[in-house]
């Protein structure tokens, strides 16, 4: 266990801005790369859930507790990712309707 004094400084962590432009770049990734990944994760808790319901359903020593939890984290993400594919869409429909 690390004790941590109010009278010892601690190191200060830079902001992302505040890194130099090297660093940055060096582990940037896509719009198309970032969307594809969150879809991955979004996909896992669905399997993840499911997957704890059906042992759940058998049986098998699994807590309901655990299984809710995962549940919820499942349709929340779900959630998130419609209202955020619903803004995606208003916004490309709001910039198609500008005028150039």
């Given at each position: 266990m690390v004790k941590v004094s109010l009278l010892t400084p601690q190191p200060l962590a830079l902001p992302k801005a505040a890194e130099?432009?090297?660093v940055r770049e060096a582990h940037t990734?896509?719009?198309g790369e970032l969307l594809k990944e969150k879809l991955l994760e979004v996909n896992?808790?669905?399997v993840e859930a499911n997957e704890l319901t059906n042992q759940f359903m058998a049986g098998e020593p699994i807590d309901l507790h655990t299984v809710m939890i995962a549940?919820?984290?499942?349709?929340l993400a779900l959630q998130l990712t419609v209202q955020i594919r619903n803004k995606l869409l208003?916004?490309?429909q709001e910039?198609?309707?500008m005028q150039i």
């Open positions: 130099p432009a090297a990734t896509t719009f896992r808790l669905q549940a919820e984290k499942a349709n208003e916004a490309y910039i198609s309707r």
